[in-house]
DNA sequence: CTGAAAGCGCTTACAG
DNA sequence: CTGAAAGCGCTTACAG
């Protein structure tokens, strides 16, 4: 604890602790003398402003919150990563809390961690950011947020990836190795990207003009252990489908699993990919196909928006049309779990 | 924000805002009566103290901060679990901060981190935890701190988890399989606990009457990447090892991934395991045995002593000798990489 | 058992 | 361009 204070700035330099704290808050109307003056006492001396004085004065803390529950582990990792990038830059803390999202009092919960803690703003992870009642208490409470994922549903700014064409794009993939039997394991029914993503990939079959069989679009939750569970059901199916696209790469691990457990080939006899492109999909055997989304940039991006939001500050210019519209695009990754399908 | 302060409720009951604090803070010297109408107006009127005036007045901020980088995601996410349910179980805050271990102005930041958010106290993750030059910042500064890991190496508290007797046990099992070729990868030589872990498995070959072979005993640096590349080498001696033990799981993943690109039938022609037992030794196939470490009990374990300290406060008697000893035992868990070698 | 005063380190009006 | 006063919401001595 460096304990020198901004009165003590202000006697060495023989000036107000208001002038001070002008220079220390970049204000204009400061002469270049006087602030010349200040700076250096202020090196000299090694002062750093207490965050907590100017908190109580600003009635602002000063710090974020990272609200989650964790489907998929190695999603929030990537997305910690990129927030925390953002954090660090801005001089901003960030504050983790770990929610379930099952909990009955969730929403209580929440309630009172914020209370506890006075964190400026909320980052929220899906499924929390669909979720409506927590939104009303957010709104209720007058606590700033930004959402991850899609933009439509519920208030608040939100950053997402474009689940629809990631999805679309990776079918058509699939389509063009010639597969004709694609399965798809859905994700958790109450988020919104399992809809946007499960819409990409009946387009694409649609465009291709295939109909979709029905028997082969199973439910999951995003889960490793639900990916493991649809695989079970869609590779009793005769005929067995040739390949398998899971809404996320948690589920495709499971599905690759599963396949093993059958003592079924990949990619030989089964093709499998998934969608986020996460580290594990290439730490099992055979690396795992996917559509990679840029999250740790969509976590850096929510941060930088909710930090601004809370600064009043706008936005710098948007650098890409992804910046601007806040909908990040994924990128195909081809590895070794899908090929052409067996003759 | 739910702006009631101690002000209003002072008005209200009729008392001097002292006792109100008084109140809060259960302070004894309050009669039964001031107390039943302070509290009744507490909550008539919803107060909640505002932890950024109390955090100014005492000159501590109430939150603590998590140190980490990241070479095995997997433990850090249980790590973190069992640290955030102790911090919310505590009414304190968790500040992330993710480090990388290998920047030369690592020190520095750090710094500038606990200038910036006030943090009380702070949790080391290994190998920052094992870093003299960070330690001494640290008790330069009279920061507060606790290190997950072995205990007798550096200043501060630590919690951990016996890995000599992990990795004694564990080679005493692949010996009780019968296996005679038994390698090992090394985790980094940095972190005190890889030359546990190292003893343990020496001394488990010695007590077996065994001279460990010394081109079996190959370095690793606890990530993924490293264990593929030391299962490479190991995989070429002749003759070639029947069985494997990484010093953590996420390299014993590698070494599973380098197998299954030779060819290699896990178990049946190799043995694998690993130590910490996080989630994706369940992910893999096929499933890996592994040392189960109470990682979540360890990390809830050094957040409590970290608040307990902060607060001033004794530790509650210990209900286990772990607890007192603050060194947890870890458990086998045999899965389906580890068999009796072939004949 | 209770309270008036001063203070934690900063900022917000306001005045000059 | 600069500063004196009051205040943010709480606590720490101290006095009674």
Known sequence: ??????????????????????????????????RDKVM???????????????????????FIALLADNPSPGYLQ???????????EEHMGLFLYDCSYRSPTLVHEIEEFIDNTLADGLILVPPLSDKQDLLDMLDRKNVCYIRI????????????????????????????????DIAFVL?????????????????????????????LVVQGYYTYQSGVDAAGVL?????????????????????????????????????ICGIDDISITTKVWPNLT??????????????????NKLQGKPMPEPLTPEDQSNIYDCELIVRDSTCPPAR
Chains 1, 2 share one sequence.
């Open 290 to 307: 996917s559509m990679r989304q840029p999250i740790a940039t969509i976590g850096y991006r929510a941060a930088l928006l909710l930090i």
């Open 149 to 180: 994922g899609p933009k439509d549903q519920g208030s608040g700014d939100s950053v997402g990836f474009n689940g629809s064409k990631a999805a679309f794009e990776m079918t058509n993939y699939l389509l063009q190795l010639q597969h004709t």
């Open 187 to 215: 994700g958790h029914p109450d988020q919104q990207s399992s809809h946007r993503v499960e819409k990409g990939f009946r387009q694409a079959l649609h465009d291709a003009g295939k109909t979709v069989n029905e028997t």
């Open 40 to 62: 250096a006492v202020i090196n000299e001396l090694g002062f750093k402003r207490n965050p907590l004085g100017m908190a109580l004065a600003k009635n602002r803390s000063l």
């Open 78 to 88: 990537k997305l910690q990563k990129g927030i925390l990038q953002c954090c660090s």
């Open 235 to 271: 590779l009793s199916r005769t005929p067995r489908p040739t390949a398998i696209l899971a809404a996320n790469d948690e589920m495709a691990v499971g599905v690759l699993y599963a396949a093993h457990s059958l003592g079924i080939k990949v990619p030989e006899e089964l093709s």
């Open 1 to 34: 604890m460096s304990s020198v204070t901004i009165n003590d700035v202000a006697r060495q330099a023989g000036v107000s602790k208001k002038t001070v704290s002008r220079v220390i808050n970049n204000e204009a109307n400061v002469s270049v003398d006087t």
